[in-house]
């Protein structure tokens, strides 16, 4: 085709410290491209500063612009440039990448059970997600129970970007970190591929209806739930706006979105269109302005039409403003005797989860001095689509009372901001 496979993903990094990457994709096209790329690059802990993309139905040219969102950041910048070859939907990057990342070209990547007991301090959790983020692990489950004599027994359910946990090495390399990472608090680690015990969590606890209803409601931020409010970003949130003009272009439809930035916007919008069919022929993505960031779109359906049925246009700019205004969902409720903090997010049509959810999760509630009684993850169906939802029993044992309402809003605001990247 003309093109060698390493060429298709090109990445340069910055030549000082803070200085943004740019990452270049020039690769046969596919609906849905951009959206597989920044659920890629959110996954690896990086952030688009601004970007660029377009195609001309057959062939896409990408380039992002992107820095690391985390202080800490480890950024395997090979690894990353093996998964963003893995989306590449050609002939030859397959075959480039058969070897090396099975999981990518076809079939699922088998799960593995991650079984470790230590004792139990504060910020345990995070510690052990972060070192699993940075071995490029995915968390499928996951069941946290804490014993009454102060040890944690965590099942971690995880599959391998690099498809590698067969071999002995990975596995070795596994347990080394977290062994590292836990020192003598660690007592017992075990990795074996996962039995009937996954299987038995497959499914979740359920919602009542009344949680069900202010987690899932799609219009929870214009009644004014208390829970979910962020009162000192309500008015610029309300200042987003979307529209759509067909009297630019022969043969696209012109969207322009302006909104309040936010980590993983630009996953939210690509994510959207996708799901609702449509492609991006050119877009550009410009760089935060005083918190906001506006989005130029030259859009049409699959088949290369414009968007001129007004319904479909009202359908593509109702769905982005909700994604905008509300991408992440966060409560915190009565769960029996106990106080539970839920957090959702809206599952791709193609079954991938938001990545990072965890992790952020995790990270502000060891901030905050929280312990994690128990944790699960699990899918919930409402509203028309699939949700993957995350739940955790809050040790009642902090700085916070748990009963309070403002102690609780507090921690919603803290989570929320944490996954916004506020």
């Known amino acids: ?129 972060q070192v699993l983020c940075e071995l490029e692990l995915t968390i499928q489950k996951v069941k946290v129970m804490t014993t009454p004599d102060g040890k944690v027994l965590d099942l971690f359910f995880i599959t391998d970007t690099m498809d590698q946990l067969h071999t002995k090495e990975r596995q070795d390399e596994i347990c080394e970190q977290l062994h590292a990472v836990l020192g003598e608090s660690c007592i017992s680690c075990e990795l074996q591929l996962a039995g009937p015990e996954y299987e038995c969590i497959q499914g979740m606890s359920s919602l009542s209806p009344s949680v069900a209803e202010e987690l899932f409601h799609s219009e929870i931020l214009d009644k004014g739930i208390h829970s979910q409010a962020l009162s000192p970003d309500m008015t610029r949130l309300k200042k987003s706006h979307v529209t759509v003009d067909n009297s630019l272009s022969p043969a696209h439809t012109l969207l322009q979105i302006h909104c309040l930035d936010h980590k993983g916007l630009l996953y939210d919008i690509m994510r959207t269109l996708k799901d609702c069919n449509i492609q991006v022929a050119y877009g550009r993505f410009s760089q935060n302005q005083n918190g906001y960031r506006d989005l130029d779109l030259f859009i049409q359906h699959k088949d290369g039409r414009k968007i001129v049925d007004p319904e479909k246009q009202d359908g593509i700019c109702c769905r982005l403003k909700a994604e905008m205004l509300h991408p992440l969902r966060v409560i915190i409720t009565n769960r029996g005797p106990d106080t539970e903090l839920l957090v959702a997010n809206p599952v791709e049509l193609s079954g991938k989860g938001r990545p990072r959810v965890f992790y952020d999760v995790t990270l502000s509630l060891k901030a905050l001095g929280i312990c994690i009684f128990s944790a699960e993850i699990g899918r919930y169906s409402a509203s028309d689509r699939e949700w993957e939802v995350y739940r955790f029993l809050l040790d009642e044992n902090c700085k916070f009372q748990l009963s309070n309402m403002v102690a609780r809003n507090h921690i919603v605001d803290r989570v929320r901001r944490t996954l916004m990247g506020w």
């Not at 990452?23 to 096209?29: G, M, S, Y």
């Not at 690059?41 to 001309?56: A, E, N, P, Q, R």
């Not at 939907?89 to 099975?102: D, I, K």
């Open 1 to 129: 085709m003309g093109v060698p496979s390493d060429d298709a993903v090109l990445i340069q990094k910055g030549k000082k410290p803070g200085e943004p990457h740019v990452i270049t994709v020039n690769c046969p096209d596919k609906t849905g491209l951009a959206c597989d790329i920044c659920n890629i690059i959110l996954d690896f802990g990086l952030y688009v500063t601004k970007g660029d993309v377009s195609t001309d139905g057959k062939w896409c040219y990408i380039v992002f612009w992107v820095v690391a969102q985390y202080s800490r950041a480890i950024i395997r910048w090979s690894n990353l440039k093996n998964r963003l070859l893995s989306a590449c939907p050609s002939a030859w990057s397959v075959s480039f990448y058969l070897n090396r990342q099975p999981s990518q070209t076809g079939r699922s990547s088998p799960v593995y059970m991650l079984k470790f007991c230590s004792l139990d301090r504060k910020g345990l959790l995070h510690d052990v997600t």
